[in-house]
């Protein structure tokens, strides 16, 4: 009973405190008028706060930015070297398609007797590479030079190194030390012109010595400009620098083609990824590529704190100003949002509608005004995408109708072994009309550019085609041994991978000569792999050239029998998952092993190395 009245007690005196209170304030606010009441509350609940809440949310957010900073710089030059080496690895792969194209090298390899074996060169690399300065821009000039002398040049793509003027030096001076140098391919800047950048690719022979240099002169601009045009919104300088210490491209044109040393960045060079050096507030940021060049980023710092100093102070008095003011202009404002959210639908709609010139007047540095900047923005972004794809769709149907124009030749050699077919049958000629047939798949499938990547099967029928066709020329020379899994054959392979290592058993390996000649193919899946075996007992390879070819395939400069073009494009597609090997004994037999990933999905290229 007591304890009920205690309870009681205490709660009558809660109630008595809580009226005292609600009198107090009564009291007190009873002569202020009815804005000086709201004033008075908007500033005990809301403006105390939040201004208690502005100062601590801004001094914690610019610490966070500082933080933040130097990883956001991080990640800008990680995507600005991914997109420096996707832009690199489309101009080497056209270089390297070019010198590594087999029919090319061998119209560059061989002895000419007549003009007119010299007429149909000129004629195949005119018909064949006419349009490759067109498949990626800022190609200005696209040449083809080779020491053949028996092979003349017609100063369209076929060049013989003279005494002429090329990129700042003479032809013959630039030849040779291309010839020397030991790398395959290189970047260079014109010397005298910083516009213009030098890519070179030798064309390497069967025996692995160079033949010729595929050279072209791209637009600086058009390569480069586009990610040194102002980076870092003008709070750092980008380069990048060659394995050799040259600065290939600089958002400071000054500095374009100059060595390291001298150079603006050398002072920071030995100090990459570290602390901002004292007195001048700048750190190198760096990202290697898998080419050997490096991308370095000067970052400005003393911008980046001044720049948050005043960002942050005109939040601070924006938000001041805001609370000083909301207590008298609150309804209003609110009847002014509503009116700019409803402006804003308006223009939502008219996007809707394909309209993507509208804009939104914004006067008001609010979040509501922000929003509306990005509006802008984001209006004028659609416009511009939407124009880039109908510029897309109109270069696709360029593009077609070339491809369309490329497939004149093959259309017309298929339709010629068409008839010569039938009038093969009509003479009752089965020896002509098989061989016809393996010409017609053969051609088929080598002429189809349009794809690099094809299944186990059909990259068998255009193998099968070519011994097809060599067993007739070589009648009962070579016994052909196929042992290959019916599993692998709905794999995906590269194109053109098991004809020219078989080519080279006919062309190097002489088996149509060799007594009880053997050709067996081999294929099948282990694990994850699949392996592929080419076998013959024809007359091997000599020791020495063994060795350099195996030395090429560990990481060497050489090339071998033609097989460079097959390791490269093994790299490109696969890395370092392949594996390319020779194996012979000189007078016995040779044997080419290869293993590739095990591949139900079309592969891609490897973006940032193929090696």
Not at 465 to 479: C, F, G, H
Not at 541 to 548: A, D, G, H, S, Y
Request: proline fraction near 3%.
């Amino acid at each position: 009973m007591f304890a009920g009245r205690s309870a009681s007690n205490g709660n009558g005196r809660k109630q008595m405190l809580r009226q005292h209170i609600e009198k107090t304030i009564i009291r007190l606010t009873r002569p202020m008028n009815l804005k000086g009441k709201f004033v008075l509350l908007y500033g005990l609940i809301v403006f105390l706060p939040t201004a208690l809440l502005a100062v601590g949310a801004g001094y914690l957010a610019l610490h966070h930015t500082r933080a933040n900073y130097m990883l956001t710089i991080e990640e800008a030059v990680r995507q600005s070297a991914r997109s420096i080496e996707f832009k690199k690895q489309s101009y080497d792969l056209l270089a390297v398609r070019t010198a590594t194209d087999g029919e090319l090298i061998s119209r560059l390899s061989r002895d000419y007797a007549d003009m007119f074996e010299q007429v149909e060169t000129v004629e195949y690399v005119d018909r064949s590479f006419q349009y490759t300065a067109k498949y990626l821009p800022g190609i200005e000039d696209f040449r083809i030079y080779h020491a053949n002398a028996s092979l003349v040049q017609d100063g369209g793509l076929l060049w013989k190194p003279e005494g002429r003027m090329l990129s700042g030096q003479k032809e013959k001076l630039w030849f040779d030390r291309t010839l020397a140098s030991p790398e395959a391919m290189s970047w260079t800047n014109a010397q005298g012109d910083r516009s213009k950048l030098v890519v070179t690719q030798k064309i390497f022979a069967g025996s692995g010595d160079p033949y010729g240099v595929v050279y072209m002169l791209l637009d600086y601009n058009a390569v480069f400009a586009e990610p040194f045009r102002h980076p870092f919104g003008g709070a750092g300088e980008l380069y990048i620098v060659d394995s050799g210490g040259h600065i290939i491209a600089s958002s400071e044109p000054g500095e374009i083609g100059e060595p390291l040393a001298g150079s603006a960045l050398q002072p920071y060079w030995d100090r990459q990824n570290q602390e901002a050096s004292r007195g001048t507030g700048k750190l190198l940021v760096t990202s290697r590529l898998a080419s050997g060049w490096t991308v370095a980023a000067l970052v400005h710092l003393d911008r980046m704190e001044e720049q948050s100093r005043r960002i942050f102070l005109a939040v601070g008095i924006g938000i001041a100003f805001f609370l000083l003011l909301s207590t008298f202009l609150i309804l209003t404002v609110l009847r002014n949002i509503v009116w700019r959210i409803r402006k804003l639908g308006m223009r939502m709609t008219d996007i809707s509608d394909g309209v993507f010139e509208v804009t939104v007047s914004s006067r008001d540095r609010d979040e509501l005004g922000e929003l509306e900047i990005l509006f802008n923005q984001m209006s004028g972004r659609l416009g511009r995408l939407v124009e880039e794809s109908t510029q897309a769709g109109l270069k696709e149907r360029e593009q077609s109708f070339k491809a369309l124009q490329a497939q004149i030749n093959p259309h017309f050699i298929y339709n010629s072994l068409s008839l010569v077919r039938w009038r093969a049958m009509d003479l009752k000629d089965e020896m002509q009309v098989r061989i016809i047939d393996a010409m017609t798949t053969f051609y088929r499938l080598a002429l189809n550019n349009r794809d690099n990547i094809t299944l186990f099967r059909e990259e068998l029928e255009h193998l099968k085609a070519y011994i097809e066709i060599q067993q007739l020329r070589y009648p009962n020379r070579v016994t052909v041994e196929w042992r290959v899994e019916p599993g692998v054959l709905d794999l995906f392979t590269i194109k053109m991978l098991l004809q020219p290592v078989v080519e080279n058993c006919y062309l190097h390996g002489s088996i149509m000569r060799a007594k009880d000649a053997l050709l067996r193919i081999t294929i099948y899946q282990s694990q994850d792999s699949v392996h592929i075996e080419i076998y013959d007992n024809g007359k091997g390879i000599r020791k020495e050239v063994l060795e350099r070819i195996q030395a090429c395939a560990y990481g060497g400069t050489g090339n071998g029998f033609g097989m460079n073009n097959i390791r490269e494009r093994l790299g490109l597609y696969f890395g370092s998952k392949a594996r390319f090997a020779i194996d012979s004994v000189e007078g016995e037999w040779t044997a080419v092993s290869i293993d590739i990933p095990v591949c139900r999905e079309r592969p891609e290229l490897i973006r940032g190395g193929g090696g």
